[in-house]
């Protein structure tokens, strides 16, 4: 098992709460050995193995990084920009995972602005 499909799942119906408008512009990608979804092309959230990938503005990164679950995304042996794992134990709950989805939203949409 490349990545937890349980928690594909739970992140599928997760992104079900968004308004239409926005849940139309999600599309899911085979990437990094693992399921990542893309708002309008650009990466916002993803399952590895039993992680769930976040993307994080750069601004936010201090600070997310200092919450417990969360840590550097080091998919090559480094740690990638803006890229964060978060373990099982950050995302138990609908409410924690939906917080960590809307992270990743902000990541993708702030970056589709910037065009």
Do not use: C
Not at 16 to 34: A, N, R, S, T, V
Not at 66 to 74: E, G, L, Q, V
Not at 92 to 115: C, D, P, S, V
């Amino acid at each position: 098992m490349a990545y937890n499909e349980e928690l594909a799942k739970r992140v599928q119906l997760a992104l079900k709460l968004f308004p239409k408008f926005i849940l139309e512009d999600f599309q899911e990608k085979k990437m990094f050995g693992g399921l990542a979804f893309l708002y309008k092309g650009k990466m916002t959230v993803g399952v590895i193995k039993n992680d769930l990938m976040v993307r994080v503005l750069a601004d936010k990164m201090k600070d997310v990084l200092s919450k417990k679950h969360a840590r550097p995304m080091d998919f090559t042996s480094r740690p990638l920009k803006e890229f964060i794992y978060v373990s099982e134990e950050g995302f138990k709950t609908e409410e924690q995972l939906q917080r960590w989805i809307e992270l990743g939203l902000e990541h993708a949409k702030f970056k589709l602005n910037m065009k």
